[in-house]
């Protein structure tokens, strides 16, 4: 147990539909980041945010988009993806923003898209 | 840009067996260096990390030297167990940049 929880750990959504994950940590962290775990690729870090700020977007396309209401929650709202999205979203937390830092995870949402 | 290449998989080995999952990395400068392991079902966890050059990190009956002098930080522990079975994943980072990581090298081992 890593104290970050994801809801929820599957996920089956077709093309047109709208759903959101949700990623919960009680850790005292500032940072909190939302990561894509593709098969045979690297894992590619989506967003950051540190104290409810996002500061970090590489490049992800506009379907997707996060949302930090506070320090403890962090959701990623989907709408219209594509097949090609079918992967497992892992969310992190760290203690600051400071990337020597232990991230500790989530075990994921594996989503599939139809 | 900085990168991280591992050994591909899946690596099978038997128990008790030695085992040697290679990493190395392009980056500029001194990058901070780490393994990550996910178990079935599980996110990542840190397993071990060294910051600066001959830095050993260590945990759990695996070890990693930072080599400068080769840019490689490979995974190393003298006798597996079936409970080690899972994914390591290499990673590294500098100041101001998030975590890179590798492909992910898949560990089975059978008793």
């Known amino acids: 147990e890593t104290g970050v929880t994801q809801t929820p750990r599957h996920l089956v959504m077709g093309m047109t539909n709208k759903k959101s994950l949700k990623c919960e940590q009680h850790?005292?962290?500032?940072?909190m980041y939302w990561y894509k775990q593709s098969a045979k690729k690297p894992l590619e870090l989506m967003f950051v945010?540190?104290?409810?700020?996002?500061?970090e977007n590489n490049s992800v396309p506009s379907r997707f988009s996060p949302e930090c209401p506070n320090s403890s929650h962090l959701f990623l709202h989907l709408h219209t993806l594509q097949p090609e999205d079918s992967a497992l979203y892992l969310c992190?937390?760290?203690?600051?923003?400071?990337?020597?830092?232990?991230?500790?995870f989530g075990s994921g949402t594996q989503l599939s898209v139809l | 840009g900085n990168s991280v290449t591992q050994m591909e998989g899946p690596v099978t080995l038997s128990e008790e067996a030695f085992l040697t999952i290679n990493c190395t990395y392009t980056?500029?400068?001194?990058?901070?260096l780490f393994w990550y392991v996910q178990y079935p079902g599980e996110g990542l966890q840190l397993l071990l990390k060294?910051?600066?050059?001959?830095d050993k990190g260590s945990n759990k009956g695996f070890e990693a030297t930072y080599r400068k002098e080769t840019t490689s930080f490979h995974l190393e522990k003298g006798s597996v167990q079936v409970s080690d079975s899972a994914v390591y994943f290499c990673?590294?980072?500098?100041?101001?940049?998030?975590?890179?990581f590798g492909k992910g090298t898949t560990l089975s081992v059978s008793s």
């Open positions: 990673a590294l980072n500098q100041a101001g940049t998030a975590l890179i």
């Open positions: 850790l005292g962290h500032n940072a």
């Open positions: 060294a910051t600066k050059a001959d």
């Open positions: 992190a937390s760290s203690l600051r923003r400071d990337y020597d830092e232990k991230l500790f």
């Open positions: 980056a500029t400068g001194y990058p901070s």
């Open positions: 945010y540190s104290l409810e700020e996002r500061v």
